[in-house]
């Protein structure tokens, strides 16, 4: 059997896109925009599936900064995930690429 190494609990209350997501004792919102029928109350899940992309970069470069002993400095990661022509879920289908990435390193 695999280690777990993450649980998500969503909870729909028939409140069209909009769900409550608690992931441990972290509580928030997913949704879907206005122009996909969804209220814009928060992220889309493919926000925070880009989200957790860029933040397990910022997190690993973090690690070996610390490892090799340099001096502090702040991370900026700019991601976008696309997805091929037509593939309208690209989760669910996993068909997924990342587009681009931008990271800055300010001293």
């Not at 925070?48 to 910022?58: I, R, V």
């Not at 991601?79 to 068909?95: D, Q, R």
């Amino acid at each position: 059997m695999p280690k777990i190494i993450a649980i998500a609990e969503v909870i729909n209350k028939n409140e069209n896109y909009t769900s409550n997501v608690r992931v441990n004792q972290h509580v928030s919102l997913s949704d879907e925009p206005l122009e996909k029928g969804g209220e814009d109350l928060g992220p889309a899940p493919g926000d925070y599936l880009c989200a957790a992309l860029a933040s397990c970069k910022a997190i690993t470069l973090r690690m070996y900064v610390q490892r090799k002993k340099w001096d502090p400095a702040t991370f900026y990661w700019l991601m976008t995930l696309g997805c091929k022509s037509g593939v309208h879920n690209p989760v669910s289908s996993a068909i997924f690429t990342i587009r681009k990435t931008h990271f800055t390193l300010f001293p």
